[in-house]
């Protein structure tokens, strides 16, 4: 897998640089393909995005083995690095958790998101027992030979488990402990005025993302914030299906198509976002 | 599957109301979700928006398990009818078309559209060919005690082994001879003018579907020229493809995360889509 070393650490050089990383974040072929397209130096995918679109609410109700071969798909689509999220990884302990990036670096992807909110619950898993996958990732990425950006992402400040004047302390606390276990970046999800981005980037310093939502500072306070990686999250999906909504109330209240027509791209355009452009990587090479 | 029966005679119904059936093509879940809950009486997956979504170019490319399992994901989401795009049929001859055709419906698909043109070639299918193929399907579906809507599709008028002039009058003779087969609706490929479609209408005597794109007459005037079903082809996917452009210039160009935030649908409302609304029909009931 030398091409994914080479790919994952150029996906890592992409957090150190001087400008944030904009990450958006695709849930089938053509829209990955739009967005490097478009110049993005790296895509990911989102889960809900990637979850819903195949036909499952956000979790980890989608089987491993489909949830990897559409990972595989959209690997195989892009020659940017692709980084999947992996929601809590599939898996119940460090082995399936392992088991789960090994298929999708095997499916093509040279990073992934970990959150540390148990799917079905929703409750926190113990910090011990985060790190313990997260070094253990590390360890399986070392052996493949695939240097992966590791963004672990906590739900501490949304946790209702915790007092609400102590979930800052708290998200602190576990994004330092995911960083010290062998995370590339950490995401604290609900991260969204700038006080609070700024507190948390300098007490981390370390990759910090932050979710683009209505409220967030433009690009760029987030770079005098010192932020390094806005992603879209489920954002573009968002986007998408309120397009849908407005075609089709155009249609059906106005019998107009105007919506469904302004700003199209053509088929032969669309065609074109599913021809190859990469072979995918064979767990062999 | 008689609760398969009912839907395909409802979607039938829908061709023969005084109205014009518009019927929205979709690619995934999501998408055929917010057709349904906008108020569309039946939606249609187009094989471009699904093949592509997919990460195969249009055609037959996809692996036929995988298409008929992606037809299987979106009629177990939604309630309303789903009429399957089916390209040429994956499978040569009417014996492969009809497994195809018997899987779709297992599946949950309650109507088809079956084009007459060689998919890798692009060359027209002999007309008595495409014929075998309809019949066997009629008699397959009656078979299954599943009366679905066949929507025969000609490519006559784009088709270059044929001298400009005498499209047209191809057009016509291969869409009254899969009538008479036992299509229920029949579709020109390419048929946009308001005088031919008046032409074509008044010559096949049955409902004629026609396609979306600029430069088609409005809804009213299709209404007063006889026509019974307008479809969306990939419409949707082009306007959505168009919609992750603007997107990403707008964050690339600009800065900005304006079109990705307006507009925009919650996460709640995502997930939702992806909520069984029905029970997957099963091949024993």
Known sequence: MSGLAEKAEA???????????VLPNAWDVPSARTFE???????????????????????EGMPRREFVRAIGRIASAIAVPLSADLVAGFGRGPRGVVATVRAVIEAGAVGI???????????????????RKIRAIREAATSLGVPIVINGRTDALRAESI??????????????????????CVYPMGLTDGPSIERFVRALQCPVNVMVRAGLPPLSELARLGV???SFGPGASYATMGLLRRISEDVLKRGSFASLLDGAISFDELNRLAVPRTAPPSPSD
């Open 11 to 21: 996906f890592r050089q992409l957090h150190h640089g001087n400008g944030i990383l």
């Open 37 to 59: 397209d478009a110049g993005f130096p790296a895509v990911a995918t989102s889960s809900a995005g990637l979850l819903v679109s195949h036909g499952y609410p956000d979790g």
């Open 113 to 131: 998101n970990l959150e540390d909110k148990e799917p079905v619950r929703g409750s926190l898993f113990p910090v011990p027992a985060q790190v």
């Open 163 to 184: 007092d609400a004047t102590k979930r800052f302390d708290e998200a602190i606390r576990r994004a330092t402990a995911y960083r010290d276990a062998g995370a590339d």
């Open 228 to 230: 390094k990686r806005v």
